[in-house]
């Protein structure tokens, strides 16, 4: 997985590309933290990109969404490709993630 960083109003914003697993999804855990540890608690994740994600994946998304609100902070999703909305779905867990569809409503 590839992850970029940029920023936006006050939102860092994560553009992720490949593949979130058991192996990249701690890269991206170890990014996140590095950007809470500098002040940075806002935080979106663009899926535009991001072609697979497993039980793993998952996993580490709630692990980040969990650190994200230890540090007073707001975790939002957005560009979800219909494998990740279908995936939430079925997990419910689009009742636990902020999910917007475009990155203008997801840095309102």
């Known amino acids: ?9 006050n939102w860092t914003i994560f553009d992720l590309s490949g593949k979130l697993n058991e192996i990249t999804s701690k890269t991206l ?5 590095k950007k809470l540890t500098a002040g940075e608690n ?8 991001l072609d697979f994600i497993n039980s793993s994946g998952l996993g580490s998304l709630i692990s980040i969404s969990k650190r994200v609100n230890q540090a007073k902070g707001q975790l ?7 494998f990740v909305s279908d995936l939430f ?3 419910k867990l689009h009742n636990v993630f902020s999910i917007y569809s475009t990155e203008d409503e997801a840095a309102s």
């Open 1 to 9: 997985m590839q992850i970029k960083t940029r920023s936006r109003n």
């Open 29 to 33: 855990a170890n990014e996140v933290e």
């Open 42 to 49: 806002k935080i979106l994740f663009n899926f535009n990109e």
């Open 76 to 82: 939002r999703f957005y560009n979800l490709q219909p």
């Open 89 to 91: 779905n079925i997990t």
